[in-house]
């Protein structure tokens, strides 16, 4: 599976929009990425998935440009609880074994 | 809605002792997998179940033994516990990829805090 770099943290303020970027340079061609958020002791939890062009659901947006070799997860006007370990992981859409890769995510802090 | 049940939250164990920690997937999912996240570590997978089958075992000690039940509960046994098996551990359950239209999407449990002193 392709490997997935993202910045170790960020910080915003509430009111925000926030953009953390994930690199995968060797996605495959069957490879979908999906964004999940984590909040301290808590499981992690789904955000938003796509395979390519842009996704937006009820929280966030997903921007993922023609190669494919990157994506950026879109947080509109950011608030406290906001405030998360978020992780891009890459799967494989013909895999039937389903264990999700966590590589080393992204703490959002935001600030009031 | 009905999500992952885990029992119990916290669990403090000495070394050499054992543990069971218990999951209790969504109605209806046919997948359980385990995870382990150290201190300020990673979720990092350990094993998982199909229909009551093994399906996938990633980085779990020998010591460590799962199953699932016929009600599709699932267990993890610890045994020999060390100091480095401190951490939360997460159970999450999913529909495979049928069902909700995304790929592979995991619900996770609120884990157990495995102490092991």
């Known amino acids: 599976l392709a490997k997935t770099t993202q910045p170790i943290s960020m910080d915003s303020y509430e009111g925000q929009e926030v953009n953390i970027t994930c690199s995968h340079n060797?996605?495959?061609?069957?490879?979908?990425i999906t964004w999940y958020q984590q909040f301290p002791s808590q499981g992690p939890r789904f955000i938003i998935q796509?395979?390519?062009t842009k996704v937006t659901n009820e929280v966030a947006s997903l921007f993922i440009p023609a190669d494919r070799k990157s994506s950026t997860l879109s947080l509109p006007r950011v608030s406290l609880s906001d405030t998360a370990v978020y992780y891009c992981?890459?799967?494989?859409?013909?895999?039937?074994?389903?264990?999700?890769?966590f590589g080393r995510g992204t703490q959002l802090t935001v600030w009031p | 809605a009905a999500g992952v049940i885990q029992s119990p939250r916290h669990l403090i164990k000495e070394k050499r002792e054992t543990a069971t920690l218990k999951c209790y997937p969504i109605?209806?999912?046919?997948?359980v997998y385990w995870y382990q996240q150290g201190p300020g570590q990673d979720p990092q997978f350990l094993i998982s179940?199909?229909?009551?089958?093994?399906?996938d075992k990633g980085s779990i000690p020998d010591r460590f033994s799962a199953q699932q039940f016929s009600d599709y509960h699932s267990e993890l046994n610890m045994s020999s516990l060390e100091l480095g098996d401190s951490a939360l551990y997460f159970c999450?359950?999913?529909?495979?990829?049928?069902?909700?239209?995304?790929?592979?999407?995991?619900?996770f449990g609120p884990g157990t805090r495995l102490t092991v002193l």
């Open positions: 999450a359950s999913s529909l495979g990829t049928s069902g909700t239209g995304r790929y592979n999407e995991q619900f």
């Open positions: 060797n996605i495959a061609t069957n490879d979908y």
């Open positions: 796509g395979y390519k």
């Open positions: 992981l890459v799967g494989d859409r013909g895999s039937t074994l389903g264990r999700l890769y």
């Open positions: 109605p209806r999912h046919d997948t």
């Open positions: 179940f199909y229909e009551k089958m093994q399906s």
